[in-house]
Structure formats: structure tokens, C-alpha cells
């Protein structure tokens, strides 16, 4: 535990209410009472009385810890007889701050707000805090309660036993997608021991490098599922065709294995190599994903380890030619793939005689992608659903203490009365967490997912908002609590945009025509302002002259007000256990009143009681800032909003800097982003950067591997159709490019670019071996790699589904690398099948105009044997 805040505390205190008729009749001010008090309980050394053989300490009653004790104090003498507090007002026990209020669930509380350390483990933290609240109860009277209003790790638990249920589903649909391409059953068993085997030592390795088992570790795990099964498929397939046509096991692995090593190695470095950026990327984005990429990473170096050594040796053992009687099913999936590989035949025969038209439909692809990713609405992180709501009330500027409380229950009560909230806290009061007068904050916490029956937790806001409206005086304004929040500050709703001016007219001038612009932008909802310029003051005037002539300086009189108005701590008296304060004011019904300021009195240096009155003059002016804000040491406004349904953020903060602009706003007036849309404007600007950081890596790493300029650029022609297919995915199911969905633009880029890995792997090897044409080897190459491909597509395919349908706790946050991924898959199978070929055979042309001497083989390909 980092930090515990507590909100609505009620501190116990002695109160002394001098009533400031009674004080004036008997001579005196609030000052004398003030300074008598101070001076009538203390705690100070006094010393020892030492002797010859004992010494003795001086203890004495000089503390007064109780109400009772201090109404008998004595004040002064009058005609002989005391004047005692209890004379001319009462000291009562009652809180140290009465203008602080806590409740739960409408009866009065008080809330502690845990927070971890950095790098705790939030379970076990929680899980070590209730075994100590049994003892904590122990401790307190039996008429206090303890209760947990909010718990994280409940919708934590539920949506890693979500994502494990995903994690799961996925090896399961992988697993049957091997059996149904191979139709046996060593050959089903075969790559799926490459599951375990990789998850376990991945686990291992993340374990040695301190990483939790997360939701973005567990997604991470889930996508891994497709790459690692993807490098055991392509070597038993390859291996599994040389024992279909009658070769034995043991030369069938050999020569398999010799002929896709190097084709594996290649897909493992490049897929690693696309998370290269991002490793490196820094930012919040970079913290958050950095465990993301290593586990990744980790998972596809150990599969192809495994692939290249485990695979081979179980198929050299355990793999046999099943020569005998087929089963129903394995003759309608036999006759269902020789029928997918005639219909490919017949239209690759197609591409290949039109390759102009297939090139046209490539560079179509390419610029389709460009403005799909210009035109599709931008977002930051996907709303998250975290089950706990987080609110900010706020009423009017010269609001009571006494009405803002009535207001808070009254908001509270309606939130209550929701089948789908499970507890809710609430408190009041100036100073907590930098609140105004006017301020109250709400904590709201939901249902577990499944138990709830009116959606998310924007659902529950979008129901409740309406009837909060109907609450006059105060607003509240809500926000989901999410695990991604940038900026230290609570806001009054998501998204800020702050105002600053040197000039601080000008600055309150144009703050209120900003509000009202941004207030008319149909994508914003919530707006609002922490500008408090509509507050009612008390402004006293003092007539220096008038005080001079009786010695009395402004300070006297500030005192005067503070000790009457302001809750003042005059002092302190101990217990074995803590500390109290002594609290001087006027009665509570005369706190309100003005006319308890021609009542107060101010003592020369002569000894004579003044009225206040007799040199200050009091105006009620209805408008002066409560508070004055300052970011970057200039005055600042902080404009709030939130996003209308279906808004997208990229476009809000378009919207919001056009406004702005077309305003005609002064020079010396500028406007920036803060927290979240600050961060969302960052990782916009960085994500072209990010996409062409991983292609420049892959490609670099596949010219090192292949030894050339020109096949890297046959193998990242794949890419463009994965993008048209996500970005068209994700606008057909109205989601924004969020981080999450460039992250699976990005893990695309790795799971692609394999399938033309493959066909340009078997083609070169086919051309340098074989000694034949460019044209017969790729079509070669195609229709030889065409069940590994389709089996290695549908295997990551079917890996991204159940992210794409889950709907747990935690599925928004998942669900659009889903459809990412799934998007991307589908479009890019069905035209890099066709222009992946054509584009081999026109770069081939063009590396021969480049270079008449071709060596485009790279040194590993060498040991390859022929691709019969």
C-alpha cells in the first residue's frame, strides 16, 4: 500500500461558540478569548525536582482534554465575580472540520481509498488487506462498521478467467483445424505438443523476467497460440507430403526439415522483428505494450526452436502413411480441399495471364489502405469496464455547506435506486483532493458482469444521466474508472483542454466563449469548466483612517474574522494516542447570518472594545472568483468533456482545435490538450512512425536473410490487403483505431507477411535448383504451398475469433485486435494468393534490368533441397 485517503473524516475536536453579544457585554473580543484558551491548556516541559537520592518529575493538570473542562475556564473579572466560557457561549465535542461530510450508501461514513505501490500485485495486495480487517473491526466500537464498497480485483479475476476461457478456446479451435487439414491423428498430436511445450517455457521465461500474468500478458498468450502452432504446421505439412508420396519417416524428416528450415527461421525473425519499434517505443504506450511484445516474442523464438527440433524428430518417430480405408469425413474434407486447390489453380492460371490487372488491383490496395487509415475515426484506448464509476458533483458557487450535503444525497439516492449498482459512497467538503465548497465526489461500484442486467458501465451512465438532471442546484458529472489513466489529476469528466492567458481579463473574457462554442459541438457531452467566477463574496472595506485613530491595524481585524467565520485551530491538547484541536467559532446559526458582523468587536491597544462596524463597510459583490488556477505558471481554465455515443476522440479534438481557431481567439490566449487527449494526441502523431519503424525492421531483416533488395519487397506486398481488411473490419463494427487495433495492424504485419515467405522461399529454390522459368516456379511455389498457407491462415484466424466474440469483463478491451486481426486475415488470404505471385514475377523483371547476373538465392538456401 502506496497511500490511503480518507474522505468525509470527521476528526473529534472541542468547539468553544462564543456568542458575540454576550462577549460585548462583558467587555471583551474574540482575540482575548483566543489568546486566554491558548494559554489555558498546554503541554510544555516543566522539568525535575532533583534530590540527594531521588529525582521527581513535575506533572501537573495544565491540559484540558474535554468540552466540560473548558467551559469553566475563566476568561476575566467582572465586578468581582469570573467570567467563564460557559458564560457567554459553550464548548461542545464535535468534529474538527464541520463542513466535511462522508456517507455510504446514504448513511453517514467514512471512505478510505487504498492505493498500491508501483509494481505491487494488486491481488495479493487486497487479498493481505481483508485478512487484516477482522482485527481492524476488533479494534473499534460495535456500533461502527466496516464494509468493502469497492473491490478491483473482482472484475480483474473475472476477466482473466475470461481471457484463460479464451486462451483455451483457442487451442482448442487450432487443434481442430490441424486435424481437419491432415485428417490424422499423429499428425493432429504432432504440432499441438508445440503448444504446451512453447506456453510452458514462455511462462518460464516471464517468470525469470518478473512479468505478471496480466490482461495484456494472457492476450498476448492467446494471439501466441496461432504463431506458434503456424511454424509446426509449415514443417509437418512439408514433411507430411514427402510420407503421402511413400517416403520413410526418417528420410521424409530430413529432407522436410531440410527444405522449410530456413523458411521458418525467416517467419520467426521477421515476426520478432515487427515488435522491434515497439519494444523500443517509450511513452505510455510503450510502457503498457513493452510486456505485451517480449511475450510475444518470447513465444515465437521458443516455437521455432521447438519446430525446428521437437517436430522433426516426433515425425521421424511417430508419423506413418495411412494407406488403408478412409473414413465419411475424411473423404468429404479431401474432396472439399482438392476441390479448393482446382478452383485456385484455375483462377491463379487467371492472374497470372492478367498480370497487369492483378498489379492495378495491388496498387488499388495500397492506396485504399491510405485512405482508410485517413478517414477512419481515431481513439485512444477502448472504453474500459471496469465495474466502478467515478463522479464529480458540483453545485452552485455560493452554495452552503448544509445545501450542497442535500444535494449530494438527493444525487446519490437516485443512483441507488439502479438495479445494477452493488454500493455506492459519496463525500463533501472543501480542501480533500483539492475540491472547492462547491464540489463533492461519488464512487459507484457495479455488479459483476454477469450478474448485472443494463449493459456496461457507459450503459449505466447513459441511463442515469437524464434522471440526475432532474436533480436543480447541482450537477454530476460521471466518468468510468479505467486501469489507463493519463494525468495526475481528477477531472470532472474524461477529457480536458486548458486555456492560458498572461492576461488574466482576458483570459475569464474568453473562457466563457470557448465553453459555449465547445458546448455546441454535437460529439461532446458533459462540458464544463473549473472556473468559479460566479461565487458571492463578502468584500470588507476598511477605513485605514478611521482604524489608525484607534491603533487598530487590518491585521487584528482579519483575526477578528477568522477566529468568528473560519473553524480556527487555536491549539492543540494530547492523548496517550493522538492529537486534538481547539476550535474557535461563533454559534453555528450565526455563521450565515451577516448581521453577526455588527456584533463582533475589535480591541485597541488602549484596552477599548471598537465595533467592526465603526471602520468597516460590507458589500455583497455576486461575482468574484472562488479559486485561481495555474498550469505552467500562467492562469488557466480547464475546459472537461466527454464523448457523445459513437464519438470518436481524434475527431472531438479536431473539432475542438477548428472551433478554437475560427474563433478569432487573441495571440497571447493558447489552448492544449491535458492528460488523456494530450496522450491520445502523442501516440496519434507516433503511429505512423510506429507502423514504418516495423516495416523498415522487417524489411531490413528479411534483406539480411535473403541477401536482397528486391525479394523483401515481393514478401511485404502482402501487407497492404491485411490493412484494407482491418481498417474495413473495424469501421464496418463502428470501432475506432485505437492503440489496441494499431497493435494488431502491427501484429499483421508479422502474421502476412509468412504467407509470402513461403511461396517466395519454394520459388527460388525451384529457379536455382530446378533451372526453372520465373513464371512456373511461383506458380509452383503456390499451389505447392497453397494447404500450409490456408492451414497457417485459418490457425491465426481462429486465434483471433474468440477475442473477437468474447463478451466478459474486460471484452471491450480485446475485441478490436480481434477484429483486427480476423479482418486483416480474410481480405489478405483472398488477394495475396493472386498478387503476391504477380508482384514476384515483376520485380523479378526488374532486378534482371537492374542486374543481368541474378543471384538472388541467399547463402542458407543453398543446403535446401528441391520442393518436388
Request: include cysteine; charge should be neutral.
Amino acid at each position: 500500500v502506496s497511500q490511503v485517503v480518507i474522505a468525509g473524516e470527521q476528526k473529534r475536536a472541542v468547539r468553544v461558540q462564543i456568542d458575540p453579544a454576550k462577549l460585548a457585554a462583558m467587555g471583551l473580543t474574540l482575540e482575548d478569548i483566543r489568546s486566554t484558551l491558548v494559554n489555558a491548556t498546554v503541554d510544555s516541559p516543566k522539568g525535575s525536582l532533583e534530590g540527594e537520592t531521588r529525582a521527581y518529575t513535575f506533572y501537573d493538570n495544565d491540559q484540558l482534554t474535554r468540552a466540560r473542562e473548558y467551559n469553566n475556564v475563566v476568561l476575566a473579572y467582572r465586578n468581582g465575580a469570573a467570567v467563564r466560557v460557559r458564560d457567554i457561549g459553550r464548548a461542545v465535542d464535535g468534529p474538527e472540520n464541520a463542513r466535511l461530510a462522508g456517507w455510504q450508501t446514504g448513511k453517514s461514513g467514512i471512505l478510505l481509498l487504498v492505493f498500491k505501490q508501483a509494481g505491487a500485485n494488486v491481488i495479493d495486495t487486497v487479498e493481505r488487506i481483508k485478512a487484516q480487517l477482522p482485527h481492524l473491526e476488533a479494534s473499534i466500537p460495535p456500533s461502527v462498521h466496516v464494509s468493502i464498497i469497492g473491490d478491483r480485483t473482482l472484475t480483474i479475476r473475472e476477466s482473466v478467467a475470461d481471457v484463460q476461457f479464451t486462451l483455451m478456446l483457442s487451442i482448442g479451435l487450432v487443434v481442430m483445424v490441424i486435424f481437419l487439414f491432415l485428417r490424422n491423428l499423429w499428425a493432429t498430436v504432432i504440432p499441438s505438443v508445440t503448444l504446451p511445450v512453447a506456453l510452458v517455457c514462455t511462462l518460464a521465461v516471464m517468470y525469470l523476467l518478473g512479468f505478471s500474468l496480466d490482461n495484456l500478458s494472457l492476450m498476448a498468450l492467446t494471439i501466441s497460440v496461432g504463431f506458434v502452432v503456424d511454424d509446426a504446421i509449415v514443417m509437418l505439412e512439408n514433411i507430411y507430403r514427402h510420407v503421402e508420396e511413400g517416403m520413410k519417416p526418417m528420410d521424409a524428416a530430413l529432407k522436410g526439415a531440410g527444405e522449410i528450415g530456413f523458411t521458418i527461421v525467416s517467419i520467426s525473425l521477421s515476426l520478432v522483428a515487427v515488435f522491434i519499434p515497439l519494444l523500443l517505443m517509450g511513452g505510455i504506450v510503450g510502457r503498457l505494450f513493452r510486456e505485451f511484445a517480449m511475450t510475444v516474442s518470447i513465444a515465437v523464438l521458443i516455437s521455432a526452436i521447438v519446430s525446428l527440433t521437437l517436430t522433426p524428430m516426433m515425425c521421424s518417430r511417430f508419423l506413418q502413411h495411412d494407406a488403408g480405408n478412409h473414413g465419411r469425413l475424411y473423404r468429404m474434407v479431401e474432396a472439399a480441399f482438392d476441390g479448393m486447390l482446382a478452383l485456385y489453380r484455375r483462377t491463379l492460371d487467371v492472374a497470372l495471364r492478367f498480370q497487369f490487372l492483378m498489379l492495378l488491383t495491388f496498387l488499388a490496395t495500397v492506396t485504399l489502405t491510405g485512405f482508410l487509415y485517413y478517414y477512419i475515426p481515431k481513439g485512444f484506448f477502448p472504453p474500459q469496464d471496469t465495474g466502478v464509476v467515478i463522479g464529480i458533483s458540483e453545485g452552485a458557487q455560493d452554495v452552503s455547506f448544509k445545501e450542497m450535503s442535500r444535494l449530494q444525497l438527493a444525487l446519490t439516492s437516485i443512483i441507488g435506486k439502479d438495479p445494477d449498482v452493488f454500493s455506492y459512497a459519496s463525500f463533501v467538503g472543501a480542501g480533500l483532493a483539492g475540491q472547492t465548497a462547491n464540489n463533492g465526489r461519488v464512487y459507484v461500484t457495479l455488479k459483476p458482469w454477469s450478474e448485472r442486467t443494463g449493459g456496461s458501465v457507459q450503459d449505466f451512465i447513459n441511463r442515469i444521466r437524464p434522471k440526475l438532471n432532474e436533480v436543480e442546484g447541482a450537477n454530476l458529472y460521471l466518468q468510468p474508472s479505467e486501469d489507463v489513466k493519463v494525468g495526475a489529476r481528477l477531472s470532472r469528466t474524461q477529457y480536458e483542454y486548458t486555456l492560458q492567458d498572461s492576461n488574466l481579463d482576458e483570459l475569464y473574457e474568453w473562457a466563457p466563449k470557448v465553453l459555449d462554442k465547445l458546448k455546441s459541438l454535437p460529439m461532446l457531452r458533459d462540458v464544463a469548466t473549473d472556473q468559479q467566477m460566479a461565487g458571492t463574496t463578502a468584500t470588507l472595506t476598511i477605513n485605514r483612517d478611521a482604524a489608525a485613530r484607534f491603533g487598530i491595524q487590518p491585521q487584528v481585524i482579519d483575526d477578528t474574522l477568522y477566529d468568528a467565520f473560519g473553524q480556527r485551530q487555536i491549539t492543540q491538547y494530547f492523548s496517550q494516542v493522538n492529537s486534538y484541536h481547539l476550535i474557535l467559532e461563533v454559534p453555528p446559526e450565526m455563521q450565515g447570518d451577516p448581521s453577526t458582523l455588527d456584533k463582533l468587536y475589535v480591541k485597541s491597544p488602549t484596552g477599548q472594545a471598537v465595533p467592526l462596524s465603526t471602520f468597516v463597510k460590507v458589500d455583497m459583490n455576486p461575482v468574484q472568483p472562488l479559486s485561481i488556477s495555474h498550469q505552467s505558471q500562467f492562469p488557466a481554465v480547464t475546459i472537461s468533456f466527454n464523448l457523445a455515443p459513437r464519438a470518436a476522440l481524434g475527431d472531438a479534438v479536431d473539432a475542438i482545435n477548428k472551433a478554437v481557431v475560427a474563433m478569432g481567439a487573441p495571440a497571447s490566449l493558447r489552448g492544449s490538450f491535458q492528460g488523456t487527449a494530450q496522450a491520445f494526441q502523442s501516440s496519434l502523431s507516433s503511429q505512423p512512425l510506429l507502423i514504418a519503424a516495423a516495416l523498415i525492421t522487417v524489411y531490413i531483416i528479411l534483406g539480411i536473410l535473403y541477401e536482397s533488395y528486391i525479394l523483401p519487397l515481393t514478401i511485404l506486398s502482402t501487407l497492404p490487403s491485411a490493412g484494407v481488411g482491418a481498417l474495413l473490419m473495424l469501421m464496418l463494427v463502428h470501432y475506432d483505431l485505437s492503440v489496441i487495433a494499431v497493435i494488431g495492424l502491427i501484429l499483421l504485419i508479422g502474421i502476412v507477411k509468412k504467407n509470402g515467405i513461403m511461396m517466395v522461399d519454394f520459388a527460388i529454390t525451384a529457379e536455382r535448383r530446378d533451372g526453372e522459368t520465373p513464371l512456373s516456379a511461383i506458380r509452383k511455389a503456390c499451389l505447392l504451398r497453397f494447404r500450409p498457407i490456408l492451414m497457417t491462415t485459418m490457425a491465426a484466424l481462429l486465434s483471433g475469433l474468440p477475442l473477437m466474440f468474447s463478451s466478459g469483463a474486460g471484452s471491450e478491451f480485446r475485441r478490436p485486435l480481434g477484429f483486427a486481426m480476423v479482418g486483416g486475415l480474410l481480405v489478405s488470404q483472398l488477394l495475396t494468393l493472386y498478387t503476391t505471385p504477380v508482384i514476384y514475377l515483376y520485380l523479378d523483371r526488374l532486378q534482371g534490368w537492374l542486374s543481368p547476373r541474378r543471384s538472388r538465392m541467399p547463402a542458407l538456401a543453398s543446403k535446401m533441397g528441391t520442393a518436388d
